[in-house]
């Protein structure tokens, strides 16, 4: 004879309704997943730049998308202003979760210093 306790499940049950209810926020959660998943990866230009990335990233500035305010860089100190950080404000407004959030022009001065930086530990090591 077989000592398993069996639970016999009703539409009505507590059990019943607790299993439904387990159904619902799994399926939930998983739509959500694959939707973030989507939206991260959707470009909007052909060239792979997003729609929002051309508006508000410049050569000199950065509109801030919450406020307007442009600036040089959006720091995390800004942006928590916002009470965002820069993966919650690049969802928000659909950018490209690889962006930076600062101007162009800063972009190319830290690359220029980062090249030098090398270059200089390059030397200094080989003498």
Known sequence: ??????VR???????????YFIKIV???KMSMMIYRIIVDRHIDGKDGVSQVR???IQQ???????????????????????????????RK???????SLCTY???????VLAHNLLANSR????S
Request: aromatic share 4%; proline share 1%; glycine share 8%.
């Open 105 to 111: 022009e800063l972009a190319r001065r830290r690359e």
């Open 1 to 6: 004879m077989n000592n398993a306790i069996r």
């Open 54 to 56: 051309n508006v508000s």
């Open 9 to 19: 499940v009703d539409e009505g049950s507590l059990y019943g309704n607790l299993l």
């Open 123 to 126: 030397e200094a090591g080989s």
């Open 26 to 28: 799994v399926f939930v």
């Open 60 to 90: 000199e500035k950065v509109i801030c998308l919450e406020c307007g305010k442009a600036l040089q860089l959006l720091s995390h100190r800004h942006l928590a202003a916002h009470g965002l950080t820069p993966t919650t404000y690049k």
């Open 93 to 99: 407004h659909g950018m490209c979760l690889t962006q």
